[in-house]
C-alpha cells in the first residue's frame, strides 16, 4: 500500500525534503499529497512545489478563532486524503478541532529525547542543561505540548565544544533518518491492517504456466 501523506510546516523544510528524496530514491512507498503551511513564504512550500506537490498555506491571521483556523488545516489536509499526517517543522500547537478529525493519524518530529526539552528550542535547552545525550523524537500528537505517545527516538551525543548550530545539525541528520523510517514502518503496519502484505519476491513461473494460466499467482 503507497500511504499517502500531508505534511504540515512553517519554515525550512529539511524534513519534508527527507521524506521527498526516500520516496523518489523509491526507499519509501508514499506519497506527498499536499503540504500545508502556515506561513504563505516558507521555504518548505517552494521544495514541494519544485516536486509538482499541490503547496498551500493558510494563515492563522485571516480567521478570527483558533478553531476557525483549525478547522481550515484540517480541511486543506483532508482533501488530500490522508492516510497519515506528518507534522514536520510545524511550529504551531493543534488542539480538538484539528486532531479529533484524524485520530492516532498525527504524528511530530521534536529535536529532543522526549520528555526531555519539549517545546522551541530543544538543542538550546539541552545544552544550556548539560546533558551528556540528546537526539530525536517521532511521537503521536495530542493537544499537549510534544507529549504525545513517543513511536522512535535516536540518540545524539553531546560533544565538547558544541554549539547550537552544531549539535542541531548533528540532531538533524538523525531527523531526517528517523522520520523516514517511521513512516516506512507505519505503512507497512497500515497495509498489513488493510490486508495486503508487502510486496515479496515470487517465485520463479515457467513461461507454460504463465501461458496457461494467464493470471498472476498468489
Ligand atoms: C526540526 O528540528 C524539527 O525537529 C523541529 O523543527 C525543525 C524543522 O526543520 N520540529 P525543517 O523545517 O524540517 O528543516
Do not use: W
Request: glycine share 8%; net charge neutral; charged share 25%.
Amino acid at each position: 500500500m503507497r500511504i499517502r501523506l500531508a505534511v504540515l510546516v512553517s519554515g525550512r523544510g529539511s524534513n519534508l525534503q527527507a521524506i521527498m528524496d526516500a520516496i523518489g530514491a523509491g526507499r519509501l512507498d508514499a506519497s506527498v499529497e499536499v503540504v500545508i503551511s502556515d506561513m504563505p513564504d516558507a521555504p518548505a512550500l517552494e521544495r514541494a512545489r519544485a516536486r509538482g506537490i499541490p503547496a498551500v498555506a493558510v494563515r492563522r491571521r485571516d480567521y478570527s478563532s483558533r478553531a476557525e483556523f483549525e478547522t481550515a488545516l484540517a480541511d486543506a489536509a483532508e482533501r488530500a486524503r490522508p492516510d497519515l499526517i506528518v507534522l514536520a517543522g510545524f511550529m504551531r500547537l493543534l488542539g480538538p478541532a484539528f486532531l479529533d478529525r484524524f485520530p492516532g493519524r498525527v504524528i511530530n518530529i521534536h529535536p529532543s529525547l522526549l520528555p526531555a526539552f519539549p517545546g522551541l528550542e530543544a538543542q538550546r535547552q539541552a545544552l544550556e542543561y548539560g546533558v551528556k545525550f540528546t537526539g530525536c523524537t517521532v511521537h503521536y500528537v495530542d493537544y499537549g505540548m510534544d507529549s504525545g505517545t513517543i513511536i522512535d527516538q535516536r540518540v545524539v551525543a553531546v560533544m565538547p565544544g558544541d554549539d547550537v548550530d552544531s549539535l542541531s545539525a548533528r540532531i538533524l541528520e538523525q531527523e531526517h533518518d528517523l522520520l523516514v523510517e517511521v513512516i516506512r514502518r507505519m505503512g507497512e503496519a497500515m497495509s498489513k491492517a488493510a490486508g495486503e502484505r508487502p510486496e515479496r519476491p515470487r517465485a520463479k513461473q515457467s513461461a507454460k504456466g504463465d501461458a496457461r494460466c494467464g493470471q498472476e499467482q498468489a
